[in-house]
């Protein structure tokens, strides 16, 4: 009998579904099936009943859960004890991030002000970010939204609103501000990594035209090449204006306030809901939240406007 076995029967036990079960373990349904009858062959026991496209406990699989459940609480609470003091003696904190680009522009003020504390960074896409969360191999994870999983929390460290980056020559660079209406026939350059293709098609649809998609990329660095080759224009938070002239001070890229159009980009973190956060991680979510109030000062500074 695994370890592995007994989360697959608690997780089919409390959603009551294999195919939701299999979602949310990260596993296929076939798998998923096949370790539910391991688990019974070796107890010599049935512990589901099928009902109606469903599987309930049967009298013996209760019994089983209960047991099962008091086991995985002991364990929990041993591991959450363990983990807590290690990462608190050892002051680490485990990062992961779905956004490209980002974490390098604030780990290291970050790093300056908090040289006590250990970083260990990750880049991935959501879906894997979500899994190293409930797996308790991240402690944190900055994204956009909310992920997409009810052992996870999230909470929202700040806003930013999206303007139009255009080459200098593109007829738009002459405008103060933008309508989004005005990107009806532009060839969209798509950051998915920032702004996800579904919702600049609603926002756009919600302004009356189908917008082009010529390019959906998930690298901020190549968003600004194609910008440069006058592939297109796109639309980011404003503040990447200022990682921008950082890394390309001669760029002839350049960002203009949208009127209206799109929600402000939104930025948080997500961690797992039943473990309470380490010192790294409330000083981090901390720092975070000031930097980015400090971002949109250093943009002012620099001569970069938001919206009107």
């Known amino acids: 009998m695994e370890f592995s076995q007994l989360n697959y029967f608690r997780t089919v036990a409390r959603t009551g579904n294999i195919s939701q079960a299999a979602r949310e373990l990260f596993v296929t349904q076939p798998n998923l099936s096949r370790s539910i009858a391991r688990l019974e062959g070796e107890l010599g026991v049935p512990l589901f009943e099928h009902r109606k496209g469903k599987v309930v406990l049967n009298e013996y699989g209760r019994i089983f859960l209960s047991g099962v459940e008091n086991a995985f609480g002991e364990l929990n609470a041993c591991i959450q004890t363990v983990q807590r003091l290690y990462e608190n003696n050892q002051n680490i904190l485990s990062l992961g991030c779905s956004i490209d680009g980002f974490l390098p522009d604030i780990l290291q003020p970050f790093s300056r002000a908090h040289p006590e504390i250990g970083i260990r960074q990750y880049q991935g896409d959501a879906s894997r970010l979500a899994q190293q969360l409930v797996e308790r191999t991240l402690t944190l994870a900055i994204t956009p939204y909310p992920l997409n999983h009810n052992l996870l929390t999230f909470r929202l460290l700040g806003e930013m609103d999206y303007g139009l980056f255009v080459h200098r020559d593109h007829p738009l660079a002459k405008e103060t501000v933008v309508e989004l209406k005005a990107l009806a026939g532009q060839p969209l350059i798509c950051d998915a990594s920032r702004l996800d293709a579904k919702t600049l098609r609603s926002a756009c649809r919600a302004r009356g035209f189908e917008p082009t998609l010529a390019y959906e990329v998930e690298s901020t660095n190549l968003v600004y090449r194609l910008l440069e080759q006058k592939a297109g224009v796109a639309l980011m938070p404003v503040s990447q204006m200022l990682r921008l002239r950082a890394l390309f001070p001669h760029s002839p890229i350049l960002v203009i306030p949208l009127e209206e159009g799109i929600p402000p980009a939104s930025l948080g ?37 938001s919206r009107a």
């Open 269 to 305: 973190v997500s961690y797992h809901k039943g473990y309470p956060l380490t010192d790294a991680a409330n000083a981090f979510i901390q720092f975070a939240t000031d930097w980015l109030v400090q971002e949109k000062v250093r943009m002012t500074a620099a001569g970069i406007t």
